[in-house]
T-cell receptor, first 113, second 113 residues
Framework: RKEVEQDPGPFNVPEGATVAFNCTYSNSASQSFFWYRQDCRKEPKLLMSVYSSGNEDGRFTAQLNRASQYISLLIRDSKLSDSATYLCVVNLGYGGSQGNLIFGKGTKLSVKP | EAQVTQNPRYLITVTGKKLTVTCSQNMNHEYMSWYRQDPGLGLRQIYYSMNVEVTDKGDVPEGYKVSRKEKRNFPLILESPSPNQTSLYFC????????????FGPGTRLTVT
């Protein structure tokens, strides 16, 4: 069964805090991994692709652990504007499932002043 | 402006009345996809298209049809809508021949009574 699991939260954190989200996926053949951000009632927007070597974009760091089949997102120095739902997304990326994307249900983050 | 557009944005209809939700992108993207988003279930892929004239089923294709006769358009067709198709629908596209770094449309909120 194809599955992507996330802690739904909500994570309620003060401004300036560091917060980490994890996501696990069940299919070990998965090839591509992403974090998307979705604001309430809006369309999802790509936050980061996740590479095997890990990648960083400003206050955001994403990491992939293939052996344990999980992806993480770290947000440092949280801002009020970081409040959103964060979606973990996995693509099998090969064969007949090349175009098939599996979304996690999302982790809700609320950053408080 | 580079974008994915969907029409209509809001639609209330009755069971059994055929409808089409249009999706268009102006970025010359190869890949396009349709999703539905429901509370507690997250985003689920309905259909996707790797390129013109190529479409494949996602995880929840039942009750939907799509076509990709030209690169920029990917309409979603509900031949006989039912109340369980009441949902928020998103269209998305990406440059590569695969669902990498997708751009989402603003969403279509459909209610079937």
């Amino acid at each position: 069964r194809k599955e992507v699991e996330q802690d739904p939260g909500p994570f309620n954190v003060p401004e300036g805090a560091t917060v980490a989200f994890n996501c696990t996926y069940s299919n070990s053949a998965s090839q591509s991994f992403f974090w998307y951000r979705q604001d309430c009632r809006k369309e999802p927007k790509l936050l980061m692709s996740v590479y095997s070597s890990g990648n960083e974009d400003g206050r955001f760091t994403a990491q992939l652990n293939r052996a344990s089949q999980y992806i993480s997102l770290l947000i440092r120095d949280s801002k009020l504007s970081d409040s959103a739902t964060y979606l973990c997304v996995v693509n099998l990326g090969y064969g007949g499932s090349q175009g098939n994307l599996i979304f996690g249900k999302g982790t809700k983050l609320s950053v408080k002043p | 402006e580079a974008q994915v557009t969907q029409n209509p944005r809001y639609l209330i209809t009755v069971t059994g009345k055929k409808l089409t939700v249009t999706c268009s992108q102006n970025m010359n993207h190869e890949y396009m996809s349709w999703y539905r988003q429901d509370p507690g279930l997250g985003l689920r892929q309905i259909y996707y298209s790797m390129n013109v004239e190529v479409t494949d089923k996602g995880d929840v294709p039942e009750g939907y049809k799509v076509s990709r006769k030209e690169k920029r358009n990917f309409p979603l067709i509900l031949e006989s809508p039912s109340p369980n198709q009441t949902s928020l629908y998103f269209c998305a596209s990406s440059l590569n021949r695969g669902p990498l770094e997708q751009y989402f449309g603003p969403g279509t909120r459909l209610t079937v009574t």
